[in-house]
């Protein structure tokens, strides 16, 4: 995992203090700054547009590739999505890819679910299929916050293009960015390991079952969540409406419109509590 070798050789993966910084850095670290736009999905995790604003640039929400580029200096897919854990299809992904390079605006994947297909089985942006022979223009980002349960150990990883991930480790260098050796070794170690990352995705998928049936039965609908850790929930109602319904059951969950204006008739219901709270929400939900 140590990615600088006494010659200064930098290989196309370096090791991220988590995830969150990685995206909310990234504009930045591109040399993007001052002007321009960022592509970013139509509901969306906050920190796409937080780092699109910290680096001076505008945002536009797509879930397609558009027709005007101009000012487009770089696109965030999110596959499996947070909140909605909508995947990205095979063709959906190389469209963007095909898109990016005609136009020389590098595509960057968030595939921090990427472990939690429920109802599908999630394809990384760098995978053959999709990228072809190389992964020119192409930038993956992983944590292993959500498939080891270890987000207070802040590890994530970006990889792809080389030329893109030696201009952000140039520069994370500089910042004092860099991933202290204990972690480093504890992410070797935790991804040389399946066993418990298919433990923890059964211990999730037993709670998405129990909490979905519940939701179902209380007469609201679930769109998407074939995939990651949450289900987005409506009924077909201002999300704030849906909030204090919840609320009056003793349920917490997140309003979609944290997520984008798309998102203002959905909520966000996570999968990360215990199964002792989510056994709590079922029973509230069905009586």
């Known amino acids: 995992m140590r990615l600088a070798d006494p010659l200064g050789a930098v290989p196309s993966v370096v090791p991220t203090v988590g995830s969150k910084e990685l995206v909310a850095l990234l504009p930045t670290m591109l040399g993007l700054r001052g002007a321009g736009t960022v592509l970013i999905p139509e509901v969306a995790y906050p920190t796409y547009e937080v780092g699109a604003v910290l680096a001076g640039l ?3 929400r797509t879930d397609t590739p558009p027709a005007d580029v101009a000012g487009v200096v770089l696109v965030w897919l999110n596959s499996p999505g947070n909140p909605h854990g909508r995947v990205l299809t095979d063709d959906e992904l190389r469209a963007w890819v095909a898109w990016g390079r005609a136009h020389g605006v590098p595509v960057v994947a968030d595939e921090c679910y990427a472990t939690l297909g429920w109802d599908v089985e999630p394809r990384s942006i760098l995978h053959p299929e999709v990228a072809g022979e190389d992964h020119t223009g192409l930038l993956a980002v992983h944590s292993l916050s959500k498939q ?7 590890a994530g990883l970006l990889s792809g293009d080389p030329a893109l991930v030696r201009q952000v480790w140039e520069v994370r260098r500089h910042l004092g960015l860099l991933v202290p050796t204990p972690v480093q070794s504890a992410m070797a170690a935790a991804l040389a390991d399946d066993a418990h990352v298919d433990e923890q995705r059964e211990r999730y998928r037993g709670r998405r079952d129990r909490l979905a049936t519940a939701v179902r039965a209380a007469g609201a609908r679930i769109d998407h969540s074939e995939a990651g850790l949450y289900l987005w929930v409506t009924r077909d109602e201002d999300c704030w409406t ?10 917490v969950a997140a309003p979609g ?9 959905h909520v966000r219901m996570a999968l990360t509590a215990t199964d002792e709270r989510v056994d709590a929400a079922v029973e509230r939900l069905v009586g």
């Open 148 to 154: 080891s349960t270890a987000a207070g150990y802040r």
């Open 242 to 251: 849906t909030i204090d319904w919840l609320a009056g059951l003793g349920i």
């Open 58 to 60: 505008t945002v536009r």
């Open 257 to 265: 419109s944290f997520y984008g204006p798309a998102g203002g008739r």
